[in-house]
């Protein structure tokens, strides 16, 4: 009897074990756009998952819409997410909380107005065709710019494309103009020129960055994880902010960056530039997460809700934003 319940002890222990292995080697699936970023040289070299413990499988997704979806459904458990899509999910109960940034947009998100068009400026956007993934950052740039520029968005035609669309109207001259990020930003801009970019209408009042986002009880269940994630991604960050010079087309990180996003190692070390990445030490500081993170993605609202795409405005976002695993990265 006792070696009989000895055995069905221990091969209890031995399936509760298995159990545990099969846990830890589920795939966690990160949303990702693919931008050419030192996250994606970490991604690349298995710097994220090393540091996570987790078997991390990466998802492109060419439109925050469709994260918030995948989010939504409980598919991705942690991804990337531009201020206006971060809104638009908050807005809508979505259950996620920003733990950190991922990048404030800069020239990686610009107008880019087509050869022969007839654009100069700003004004002379009026009754030209302009595309943009209707709800991301881009779109809030070009309302800004628009807002900026006192032209009436009515006056302008504003064409929904997703990224890869913008490439083939562009191609068949059937847009003059595109609010866009790489890599389709660099491919018209072989035949068009850079009217504005994010960090000028930043400027304006109509600041974009994008976010790294959690499913909440997500990071509640993983916290060690999660801290071995963010700090990965901030060594990374790191490393291109100790010697951006050092970032050249035919260097190590460059072609991994190449390699895990499909881009041109000689596009990277230019693409790269339009971001600002802020060390997680700075981004406690009030002008980020320390407070006005949660103040911007209300701004971003209830700009949207001007433009109808959102019904209401919650009075807080607060709880849409924690230093905490921040906090504890850092300790």
């Given amino acids: 009897m006792g070696v009989t319940r000895r055995a069905l002890v221990g091969g209890a222990m031995a399936s509760a ?26 991604a690349h070299d298995h710097l994220l998952s090393k540091g996570s413990g987790w078997n991390l499988q990466w998802r492109k997704f060419d439109s925050g819409t469709n994260v918030i979806a995948a989010m939504a459904s409980g598919d991705v458990k942690i991804g990337e997410l531009g201020s206006s899509p971060l809104a638009i999910a908050a807005t809508q109960g979505v259950d996620l909380v920003m733990f950190m940034i991922d990048y404030v947009i800069g020239t990686s998100e610009s107008l880019i107005v087509r ?9 002379d956007l009026k009754g030209k065709r302009v595309a943009t993934p209707v709800g991301s950052t881009s779109h809030f740039s070009l309302m800004g710019a628009l807002a900026h520029a006192n032209i009436p968005a009515n006056d302008v035609q504003i064409l929904n494309m997703a990224p890869n669309q913008i490439a ?31 960090d000028t209408v930043a400027k304006w009042g109509y600041p974009t960055f994008n976010a790294w986002v959690v499913n909440r009880q997500f990071a509640e269940e ?54 600002d990445f802020i060390p997680l030490k700075e981004q406690m500081q009030p002008q980020w997460m320390g407070g006005q993170m949660a103040k911007t993605i209300k701004q971003t609202a209830e700009f949207l809700k001007s433009l109808n795409r959102l019904n209401n405005v919650l009075p807080s976002y607060d709880k849409f934003v924690t230093t905490q695993y921040i906090k504890d990265a850092l300790a």
């Fill in 222 to 275: 993983n916290k060690k994880g999660l801290i071995g994630f963010m700090r990965a991604i901030n060594a990374a960050n790191e490393s291109y902010l100790r010697n951006p010079a050092a970032w050249t087309a035919d260097s190590a990180p460059v072609k991994a960056i190449a390699a895990n996003t499909g881009a041109s190692p000689a596009d990277v070390p230019e693409t790269i530039k339009g971001y």
């Fill in 168 to 198: 083939a109207a562009w191609t068949q001259k059937a847009i003059d103009a595109a609010f866009i990020w790489p890599p389709v930003q660099n491919e018209i801009l072989k035949t068009g020129r850079r009217l504005v970019g994010a």
């Fill in 115 to 123: 050869n022969g068009a007839g654009i100069k400026t700003l004004a």
């Fill in 17 to 42: 074990g298995l159990v545990a292995t099969a846990r830890a080697a589920s795939p966690i699936i990160v949303a990702t756009f693919g931008d050419p970023t030192p996250t994606q040289m970490a």
